[in-house]
């Protein structure tokens, strides 16, 4: 399984885009990158997919760049329900019941 | 109604008692997964389920067993609860789809355990 790297926390006001990096340096031909959203004392729910370029949804937007080493999950015009933890995971078929939730990205929204 | 559902939400217990948390889901899915969270830490996978017959460890099995009684229900049991055990409990299902094909995983509320 790709290890992920993505920053501890990140601060942001009402309104503003938030972009949140992942690396994932050894991540295989096959594999997909994923995000999921957890509020407090709530199991995460899933937001976003994509393999490569960029998926867009009603949440969020993935981008990918073409090497695929990292990823950059956007979250447009955050609101204070936005603030969350958000976890960054890389898998493919073989390993779609072993995906890693490591410690995530704290995000804080203010007024 | 939801779809996963956890009992207890809450438990206290003591040092060496057995315990058991159960998982049921309506959502039909085959697989069904149990993590722990332990504070500021993401999730660890402690065992997972493809269907009624196929039972796997996850990352930190130790200390833990599971029993998938049915399709809906999939239960973690502590044989012997040890303090370093206290955590934040999900259970989350998802559906197996088409070969190669992600399933987003879908949690339950989570039960809090905390061992004395």
């Given at each position: 399984?790709?290890?992920?790297?993505?920053?501890?926390?990140?601060?942001?006001?009402?309104?503003?885009e938030?972009?949140?990096?992942?690396?994932?340096?050894?991540?295989?031909?096959?594999?997909?990158?994923?995000?999921?959203?957890?509020?407090?004392?709530?199991?995460p729910r899933?937001?976003?997919?994509?393999?490569?370029?960029?998926?867009?949804?009603e949440?969020?937007?993935?981008?990918?760049?073409?090497?695929?080493?990292?990823?950059?999950?956007?979250?447009?015009?955050?609101?204070?329900?936005?603030?969350?933890?958000?976890?960054?995971?890389?898998?493919?078929?073989?390993?779609?019941?072993k995906?890693?939730?490591?410690?995530?990205?704290?995000?804080?929204?203010?007024? | 109604?939801?779809?996963?559902t956890?009992t207890?939400?809450?438990?206290?217990?003591?040092?060496?008692k057995?315990?058991?948390?159960?998982?049921?889901?309506?959502?039909?899915?085959?697989?069904?997964?149990?993590?722990?969270?332990?504070?500021?830490?993401?999730l660890?996978?402690?065992?997972?389920?493809?269907?009624?017959?196929?039972?796997?460890?996850?990352?930190?099995?130790?200390?833990?067993?599971?029993?998938?009684?049915?399709?809906?229900?999939?239960?973690?049991?502590?044989?012997?609860?040890?303090?370093?055990?206290?955590?934040?409990?999900?259970?989350?299902?998802?559906?197996s789809?088409?070969?190669?094909?992600?399933?987003?995983?879908?949690?339950?509320?989570?039960?809090?355990?905390?061992v004395?």
């Amino acid at each position: 399984l790709a290890k992920t790297t993505q920053p501890i926390s990140m601060d942001s006001y009402e309104g503003q885009e938030v972009n949140i990096t992942c690396s994932h340096n050894n991540i295989a031909t096959n594999d997909y990158i994923t995000w999921y959203q957890q509020f407090p004392s709530q199991g995460p729910r899933f937001i976003i997919q994509g393999y490569k370029t960029k998926v867009t949804n009603e949440v969020a937007s993935l981008f990918i760049p073409a090497d695929r080493k990292s990823s950059t999950l956007s979250l447009p015009r955050v609101s204070l329900s936005d603030t969350a933890v958000y976890y960054c995971l890389v898998g493919g078929p073989n390993s779609w019941g072993k995906l890693q939730f490591g410690a995530g990205t704290q995000v804080v929204v203010t007024p | 109604d939801a779809d996963v559902t956890q009992t207890p939400r809450n438990r206290i217990t003591k040092t060496g008692k057995r315990i058991m948390l159960e998982c049921s889901q309506t959502k039909g899915h085959d697989r069904m997964y149990w993590y722990r969270q332990d504070p500021g830490l993401g999730l660890q996978l402690i065992y997972y389920s493809f269907d009624v017959k196929d039972i796997n460890k996850g990352e930190i099995s130790d200390g833990y067993s599971v029993s998938r009684q049915a399709q809906a229900k999939f239960s973690l049991s502590l044989e012997s609860a040890i303090p370093n055990q206290t955590a934040l409990y999900f259970c989350a299902t998802s559906d197996s789809g088409q070969v190669g094909q992600y399933n987003e995983q879908f949690f339950g509320p989570g039960t809090r355990l905390t061992v004395l």
